[in-house]
């Protein structure tokens, strides 16, 4: 009764990720490209060496840990913030917490339009000038192609921190409000509750949050490619395999590149699993 | 509340400001643009529009039918957009569809059925989020030219619900694993099915979660940019995200701005209305961990 409930599910799961990812897996073994003639061939760990000798992967693996780190942790200061904000009531409130709701629900698919719009305006409005003066400044102060990654960042940094604002609020209004008050009883100052009891109890959804970030900016194709309107200066991993795939036609090159990051994404995963059901298990 | 001092007030009331402006202002600048006429996005204020007209967003509905403006062919190409608002209900209807009633059967089976091992079922289920997806899409492509789905809305109803399945899965099982028993159970013994007593009792009693999945599932459907535009290749069968990506950013560029808005703003209103169920939902389902 359990599975059958479950199966239909599982199916669509596994019918959508199994056979790509099998393909992904089998592919990085491989020399397989549409650009060549002739089948592919096995080339075993080669596609992976190739990766980790090259100079430019290392490079990718830079900023793709740098952009990683940075938005994870704007948007869970940002957001943590937002849902401190949210927890007390204050006149407003009800309309504040919409506006923090709305990056979020704003549909990243067109939302990306709208910053690339903005961002880099055709030369047609009236802002461009002024945009084109901050684009050259940043370019000329940090190298060219700074600024578009600088957009991406905070495209990511503006629509992430409004979920896990949220998802934080939610997790403020689980905990048990007695909590608080015994924590208001047993000490004056604030930083030190905020960071002996609301941190402490809030553990498990700052996880959930840290993670769900993790992925989204680890895997960012789609964002990165939009807003930087495919002229990429400041690769990622995900963007680079992309690039690899499409333009170069390296199928085998850039399967690896992309499974190259699952470990790290799974050790992330077993750390959540472990903030989320270590209390369930002394308890059971 | 206690009396305080003035300025903890006022300095709260900046920060409160503050955090408004920071969410809401690119969303006010896109809105703004879009209601603007060509003279006014030239030489006005980018900030205000002082003559609010909707000459973008009927530039979108106007001239059907491949028949063109008269400015010249090259420059005005008219679009399907009434097709791609079609196609974009339809999808978005049809994965809120599927993942809800998918999600709530597996999530029944995990929370409430508790097969042995349901914890790793979910945790499994929960780590297909690990699976980059940068060129996931070339054999989903391949997947989907073998089923003959290829430029067929059904083949975004095949992919979109993977994305809001795993999180879907894991609130609303971790709901039902902590909701009472003893009312479903009385329900049975009463004599009651068990797909009765889980239609009139769990249903009801769950709303919120299934609200705060629902949200979660829009969310994630609206923000794809991607598949849509890589898997639906005929003007008439895409989505308002795929289509709008095939606008060309010219003199009208106006007109892919107002197509932003009418995409966004429902999107944001449906979003706005549940709200509150969203948080509720969330709460519920953090509420004790999981």
């Known amino acids: 009764m359990a599975y059958l409930l479950l199966s239909p599910a599982l199916l669509l799961l596994l019918t959508v990720l199994a056979y790509p990812v099998g393909w992904e897996i089998w592919t990085s073994f491989t020399s397989y490209s549409p650009l060549q003639e002739g089948g592919a061939g096995f080339v075993g760990l080669q596609n992976y060496r190739q990766q980790i000798e090259d100079a430019q992967f290392w490079r990718t693996v830079t900023v793709t840990v740098v952009y990683t780190v940075v938005t994870i942790a704007a948007k869970l200061t940002l957001g943590l913030g937002f849902a401190l904000l949210l927890s007390r009531p204050f006149r407003g409130r009800a309309l504040v917490f919409l506006a923090v709701f709305l990056p979020w629900t704003y549909p990243a698919s067109v939302a990306v339009m709208g910053w690339y719009w903005t961002l880099s305006p055709p030369i047609t409005t009236a802002y461009s000038a002024f945009m084109g003066q901050v684009k050259h400044g940043v370019d000329g102060a940090l190298g060219g192609g700074a600024w578009v990654f600088l957009t991406v960042t905070l495209f990511n940094i503006w629509r992430g921190s409004s979920f896990i604002g949220v998802l934080l609020l939610a997790g403020i209004n689980a905990i048990p409000p007695e909590l608080f008050e015994y924590a208001l009883l047993e000490s004056k100052s604030p930083w030190q509750r905020f960071r002996s009891v609301t941190v402490p109890l809030l553990k498990p959804f700052l996880g959930l949050g840290a993670f769900l970030s993790l992925t989204s900016a680890f895997t960012d194709v789609a964002n990165v490619w939009m807003l930087t309107a495919g002229r990429i200066v400041f690769p990622v991993l995900g963007t680079q395999a992309y690039w690899l795939a499409i333009h170069a036609g390296q199928f085998g090159p850039a399967s690896a590149l992309s499974l190259l990051l699952v470990p790290f994404l799974l050790g992330a995963l077993l750390l959540l699993f472990r903030l989320f059901d270590a209390p369930e298990r002394e308890a059971a | ?290």
Not at chain 2, 25 to 34: A, C, I, K, M, R
Not at chain 2, 85 to 109: C, D, E, I, M, R
Not at chain 2, 195 to 202: N, P, R, S
Request: charged content about 15%.
């Open chain 2, 1 to 290: 509340m206690n009396p305080r001092p003035w300025w903890t007030r006022l300095g709260f009331s900046m920060l409160v400001l503050l955090v408004t402006a920071y969410c809401v202002f690119p969303v006010y600048f896109v809105l703004v643009q879009s209601l603007k006429s060509a003279e006014e996005d030239v030489a006005g204020n980018p900030l205000i529009v002082l003559r609010p007209s909707f000459e973008n967003f009927e530039e979108l509905f106007e001239a059907r039918e491949g028949s063109r403006g008269f400015v010249g062919a090259a420059l005005r190409r008219s679009y399907p957009f009434l097709d791609w608002l079609g196609n974009t209900l339809f999808v978005f209807a049809g994965t809120l569809a599927l993942t809800l009633s998918l999600s709530l059967a597996a999530a029944y089976a995990l929370g409430r059925l508790q097969p042995p091992g349901f914890r790793w079922w979910r945790r499994a289920i929960f780590a297909t989020y690990v699976i980059p997806q940068t060129i996931l899409f070339v054999p989903l492509y391949r997947m989907v030219l073998g089923l003959g789905l290829d430029d067929n809305l059904l083949a975004l109803l095949l992919v979109y619900p993977t994305m809001a399945l795993p999180f879907c899965i894991w609130i609303l099982s971790a709901y039902f694993q902590h909701l009472p028993r003893d009312i479903e159970e009385a329900a049975l013994i009463e004599g009651a099915s068990r797909a009765k007593a889980f239609f009139q009792i769990v249903l009801p009693m769950s709303r919120p979660v299934i609200v705060a999945a629902g949200i979660f599932t829009l969310g994630a459907a609206a923000s794809d940019f991607m598949i849509a535009s890589l898997f639906l290749m005929s003007g008439h069968n895409q989505t308002i995200p795929a289509g709008l990506g095939t606008m060309e950013v010219a003199l009208d560029e106006l007109a892919p701005v107002a197509g932003i808005n009418l995409m966004a703003l429902p999107v944001v209103l449906i979003s706005a209305l549940f709200a509150r169920g969203y948080v509720r939902g969330l709460t519920a389902a953090m509420v004790e961990g999981s």
